[in-house]
């Protein structure tokens, strides 16, 4: 109840709501459901003033990057996009990326063309 801001200890219309889930972020819960909801809740609540915090939470490793990139990929496939500005949609874009794989191996440099044999000497 305290996440979805249906209490009377913190409801969804006080400022220290947006707060609460903000902190959320940064120390996710361990229940997964919680974490992707805490993106969806902020998300609604904010709108693309969360897109700062989630840019700086999708690095590699991140605990919550994942959820994160599901949530903006939902209102990327929704139609609720036409609230948003273009800048907001390409700033969701991105953060929706995957990361690359970490066991991927790298991308091997371009090999040059093997030189020609030299001619050889017309007798």
Partial sequence: MLLSGHSDQLPYSHEKYSIFL???HLD???NAEMC???AR???EREDSAVLNLWERLVYPGSPNAEDIRLV??????SGSRSKW????LERLRLIAQEEPQKD???AEPEKAAPEPAPAEPAK
């Fill in 22 to 24: 903000t902190w959320l």
């Fill in 104 to 106: 991927a191996a790298p």
């Fill in 36 to 38: 992707q909801q805490t």
């Fill in 72 to 77: 903006a990929r939902e209102v990327l496939q």
């Fill in 28 to 30: 996710p819960p361990q």
């Fill in 41 to 43: 809740l902020l998300l």
């Fill in 85 to 88: 500005a273009e800048s907001d």
